[in-house]
């Protein structure tokens, strides 16, 4: 596939059953796990460091996966790393952070350098997680700035699950 690209020697790495949409672009030291699904024209660059997805996740259209440059000797700056059953939504930018297991990314979100989101957050749509953060897991969080907005409910916690099994039967239609 011309979509998924050498960076230097770093070639992206797929596990079993991976779909990368034709218009989508996977380039560099990347990694995906089991069943992820990567849709229309979704970026993922792993070139100045290194990116990974859990199984089952999904990154739908238009969003936009980079990382972080080392800035010197003792800094190794900031790969992306997402857990197992984690949704991103349409047009969401991740930049050198860390989202743990079960967490939904909402429409347009943007998520910083140096961000840990723990496992089972909910970012609402539109918001802006300023570098640094830490998202304390079980709780709605939205806003720019971003705030912690309430505990999830059981049907959001049960949602995580549910998105993630739904993107993996539809990217096997696709496939």
């Known amino acids: 596939m011309n979509n998924l690209r050498p960076y230097m020697q770093h070639t992206p790495k797929l596990g079993e059953r991976v779909m990368v949409d034709e218009s989508a672009v996977v380039i560099g030291e990347v990694t995906l796990g089991d069943d992820v699904s990567i849709w229309p024209t979704a970026v993922i660059r792993g070139d100045v460091n290194w990116v990974k997805i859990g199984d089952r996740s999904n990154v739908q259209d238009g969003s936009v996966l980079h ?47 140096g961000v840990v989101v723990e496992d089972e957050v909910l970012i609402g749509a539109g918001s802006l997680v300023p ?13 720019n700035p971003l705030k912690q907005a309430r505990p999830l409910t059981d049907a959001e916690r ?15 239609q696709y496939l």
Request: net charge negative; charged share 20%.
């Open 67 to 113: 990382v972080t440059h080392s800035q010197g000797e003792g800094d190794p700056g900031y790969p992306l790393i997402l857990g197992e059953d984690v949704t991103i939504g349409h047009k969401v930018v991740l930049h050198g952070c860390t989202i743990g297991n079960r967490v939904l990314v909402g429409m347009g979100a943007v998520v910083l350098d």
């Open 131 to 143: 570098p640094g953060k830490r998202l304390e897991s079980g709780y709605l969080y939205y806003g």
């Open 158 to 172: 049960e949602h995580f699950k549910y998105s993630s099994e739904n993107y993996v039967r539809l990217k096997e």
